[in-house]
Every structure is written in structure tokens, then in C-alpha cells.
């Protein structure tokens, strides 16, 4: 009677272990893999996905994407993911695909600015859409996601343009890093002249700028932090103006962690150095 009783135990012990690691394999290493070249594009999938999937950054949001060394364990994940999201500006992006023996992958190329509320909706909607394509099982989860996350954004930019219109900012004449003419130009700002890559400016494009500013009267320079301040630091002391480091990749500055924060981390900037208060 005691030996078929143990019998009886063991079998219900060895039942329940066999679903336990049932139930592992099927939320933890199936779960579907989406890999995103720059953090921005991997916050806007993550507010879609809530967790449904596993979202992989390639490029930190301190670095320029443009400029970035592959590492191994980032060739794991592109091997292992059934989507890959991109701007159009990391060249290292086919041989990224071709030494992670993937050039299949589903791609989704994501061109032009990010760092205002209306280009931000427009990628979270194509990026809503190639995840509901390919993966369809999660797409009423992934629909109610992406507009709780575009209201979200619609909320808080409103909440900037009205505070920034109460300040009467919107007077200010600005010289600006091409990378942050998008939100400048949002914020309402008057943009006299804009400034690529300080690597790829010449002796003779920095005069240009000078000139440009002292005829205007430039109260403000506005720069790019992935792409070096220095040259904005430079035009700004010569110009007397004022100088803003602005964020283009969530996550790098404190309390930047998603795009929204980032829009009102770098409004913040501004504020702070033309010296306006509410």
C-alpha cells in the first residue's frame, strides 16, 4: 500500500516539473525577437509591444548611430529576430545582416526626423503596422498600445507649445544643428541658419555662420549632443548667444527614457538657457 502511494506521488511530482518546464519554453525563449538599430526606434516598439516581445537595441543613445561598432552578441541578436527596424543612415547595416547570416529579415526602413511629435507618430504607426503583420496574433494588444502611446504624445506636445508660447520664446532668432532643426522648428523658434556634423564644417561654413548670426542677431545655437557641442559651444560665445545641448536618442540624460521625455527634457534646454521661467 505505501510503495503504490510513493508511485502515485511521483507521478504527480514528474507531471507537474514536465509542465513547469513546458511552460518556461513557452514564455521565455519563444518569445518573438524584434531588433531596433537606435533606442528611439526601440522605445516606439517597446510602448507598441508592452512586453509581448523582445526588443533589442543595437546602437547606445550616447553614440551616433551613423558611426558604431557591431559586437558579437549583437550579431546573436539579429540572427535570432524575425524583425529588424532601421533609419536609413547606419551604413553598417548590411554587413551587419550578411556576417549574421540573415539578409531575409524582415526589414522596415524608417527615413527622415523623429524628434517631433508629428514625425514620431507617423514611425509609430508604420512600426505598429509591420509588427501587427508579422505578428498577427498580438494585433488588437498592439492597436490599443499604439494609440494610448500617440494620445500620450498628442497630450504632453500640447502642454509644450502652450507653455512655450506663454513664455514668448517664439521671438527668438536661432542657428541650429540640422539634427535638431525638426523640433526647433516645432517648438515654433525662427531658425536663421542650421549647422551639419561640426566634422564636416569648413573654416569658411563657420564665418558663414557668423555672419549670418551677427546680422540677425542670433539669441540662441542649438546643438546636437550625438554629434558633438563644440562648434556649437564656439558660435554661441562668438555670438554672445545663448547655448542648448539637446538629446536626440532617449535614454542617455536623466529622465529621458522614452521619446516623450526626451521632447520635454530638451524644451527644458531651451527654457534654461534663453533664461525663461513659467
Not at 502515485?8 to 524584434?34: E, H, K, R, W, Y
Not at 561654413?205 to 562648434?231: A, I, P, R
Request: proline share 5%.
Amino acid at each position: 500500500m505505501r510503495k503504490s502511494f510513493i508511485k502515485v506521488i511521483f507521478i504527480v511530482v514528474l507531471f507537474c516539473v514536465l509542465n513547469t518546464f513546458s511552460f518556461a519554453a513557452q514564455t521565455g525563449t519563444d518569445t518573438p525577437a524584434v531588433v531596433c538599430t537606435t533606442s528611439v526606434l526601440a522605445n516606439f516598439a517597446a510602448g507598441i509591444a508592452q512586453g509581448l516581445l523582445d526588443i533589442t537595441t543595437i546602437a547606445p543613445a550616447g553614440m551616433c548611430p551613423a558611426h558604431f561598432d557591431i559586437k558579437p552578441s549583437q550579431l546573436q541578436a539579429v540572427r535570432e529576430a524575425k524583425v529588424l527596424i532601421s533609419h536609413n543612415f547606419e551604413p553598417w547595416i548590411e554587413n551587419l545582416l550578411i556576417s549574421a547570416d540573415h539578409t531575409d529579415i524582415e526589414r522596415l526602413i524608417l527615413g527622415g526626423p523623429w524628434n517631433n511629435p508629428p514625425s514620431a507618430i507617423e514611425k509609430i504607426d508604420q512600426i505598429a503596422l509591420t509588427l501587427i503583420k508579422q505578428f498577427p496574433q498580438y494585433e488588437q494588444q498592439f492597436t490599443v498600445n499604439k494609440e494610448v502611446l500617440i494620445q500620450t504624445i498628442n497630450m504632453k506636445s500640447e502642454e509644450l507649445k502652450t507653455k512655450i508660447a506663454r513664455l514668448n520664446a517664439v521671438q527668438l532668432k536661432v542657428i541650429a544643428s540640422t539634427h535638431q532643426e525638426p523640433f526647433v522648428q516645432w517648438l515654433g523658434l525662427e531658425i536663421v541658419a542650421t549647422f551639419p556634423s561640426p566634422e564636416t564644417v569648413s573654416t569658411r561654413k563657420f564665418l558663414e555662420l557668423l555672419l549670418t548670426g551677427k546680422k540677425e542677431s542670433v539669441g540662441l545655437v542649438v546643438d546636437n549632443l550625438q554629434s558633438g557641442t563644440d562648434l556649437g559651444a564656439r558660435l554661441a560665445s562668438d555670438l554672445n548667444a545663448k547655448h542648448a545641448i539637446l538629446t536626440n536618442f532617449p535614454g542617455l540624460m536623466p529622465q529621458t527614457e522614452s521619446l516623450i521625455d526626451m521632447l520635454i527634457y530638451n524644451a527644458e534646454q531651451i527654457f534654461q538657457a534663453i533664461g525663461v521661467t513659467e
